[in-house]
């Protein structure tokens, strides 16, 4: 049954859209991978558009700032998570096995098919509501200029010259994926010790994953020396 924020009749586009590769006998025909490619473009169309429209006083850095800001891994897992969409995705046995239904990079992957199903299934305008509806709080946030909310890497810069005094470095330590749906998996190091680790569909979004993942480490051991702006 397709979740009722989704405006999509057609159980067997949401189902494409739900289908990781490892459940697919033929990952090119019968998972989400190229409705995701799709969907990509579209929701990157729709969010550009909406900021154009609605900021005519930012520049171009600004708008992709906020673009970047919202059209990212973490913020568009987060929204599939609040559809639910973990609950509809069909994995095979490894990717189960591994934490698949939970990783940030596959819930992403999913709402932008989902996204791309409602465009094929009732053109742009339908996509539009959809992506505008579900990404409402996003855009309300960077519309106030807070365009960084997920600038965790300057973030970890300074607690650790505030802790520490020293400064952290990023590791690129796997790369995986065709060239349309590259996957780096980056490292972050304090005097060649990994501190925190992170996936991304850029060199950028796993640095800024890695950093997520070193403050939260940081914070868990020394709350008390951590100051929060």
Not at 21 to 35: D, I, K, M, P
Not at 49 to 58: K, M
Not at 172 to 193: M, Q
Not at 200 to 209: C, D, F, I, V
Request: proline share 4%; with cysteine; net charge negative.
């Amino acid at each position: 049954m397709i979740p009722k924020e989704i405006p999509l009749r057609s159980e067997s586009l949401f189902r494409l859209a739900m289908t990781h590769r490892s459940a697919a006998q033929n990952a090119v025909t019968e998972s989400y991978e190229r409705l995701e490619f799709f969907g990509d473009a579209i929701l990157g169309l729709i969010v550009a558009q909406y900021l154009y429209e609605h900021h005519p006083e930012w520049d171009q850095g600004m708008m992709s700032k906020a673009r970047s800001s919202v059209v990212q891994e973490g913020p568009l897992a987060e929204t599939a998570l609040r559809l639910k969409l973990d609950h509809f995705l069909e994995l095979g046995i490894g990717e189960e096995a591994t934490g698949g239904r939970q990783r940030p990079s596959i819930l992403c992957d999913i709402f932008e098919a989902v996204v791309g199903a409602v465009y094929l299934e009732s053109g742009l305008e339908k996509a539009r509501w959809f992506v505008l509806e579900m990404l409402h709080p996003l855009l309300m946030r960077v519309s106030t200029g807070d365009v960084n909310p997920h600038d965790y890497k300057s973030r970890l810069q300074e607690v650790a010259q505030a802790l520490w005094r020293k400064t952290p470095t990023y590791k690129v330590v796997n790369e995986t994926g065709a060239a349309h749906e590259k996957r780096f998996s980056v490292s972050v190091l304090f005097d060649n010790e990994i501190l925190g680790e992170g996936l991304g569909r850029s060199k950028k979004e796993a640095e800024q994953s890695a950093a997520k993942d070193a403050l939260e480490i940081i914070e868990r051991n020394r709350p008390s020396r951590i100051a929060h702006p």
